[in-house]
């Protein structure tokens, strides 16, 4: 699937695979906890129309990712919530 075709859901993956991969060779833990904000600021400025609902459906994407991730790893991310919920204005 190219870029143009994506939905904002896609395309979240997407720069998230990429991120993290970036994270794990870098060894920095902290940078997991911006990836988040970041793809997400990143899923805003490629669909600056995205609705209430489509952004509320992004953040629990996100924040079921994030809480995922700190199960996995036994890290404490809220840090990574709540600046997710600072960009997405809730």
């Known amino acids: 699937m ?5 939905t904002p859901g896609a395309y979240l993956q997407r720069r998230i695979t990429e991120r993290s991969r970036k ?6 833990a902290a940078g ?9 600021k ?4 490629k669909f600056p129309n995205l609705s209430p609902t489509d952004k509320a459906a992004l953040r629990g994407n996100v924040d079921g990712q ?5 199960a996995r790893t036994k890290q404490d991310f809220t ?3 709540q600046a997710v919920a600072r960009v997405l204005g809730s």
């Not at 997991?32 to 997400?40: I, L």
């Not at 990143?42 to 400025?45: D, H, M, Y």
């Open 66 to 70: 994030i809480h995922s991730m700190g």
């Open 79 to 81: 840090a990574a919530l």
């Open 42 to 45: 990143e899923v805003l400025a």
């Open 23 to 28: 994270v794990a060779k870098s060894n920095n």
């Open 2 to 6: 190219n870029e143009e075709q994506m």
């Open 32 to 40: 997991y906890v911006a990836m988040w904000p970041e793809a997400v």
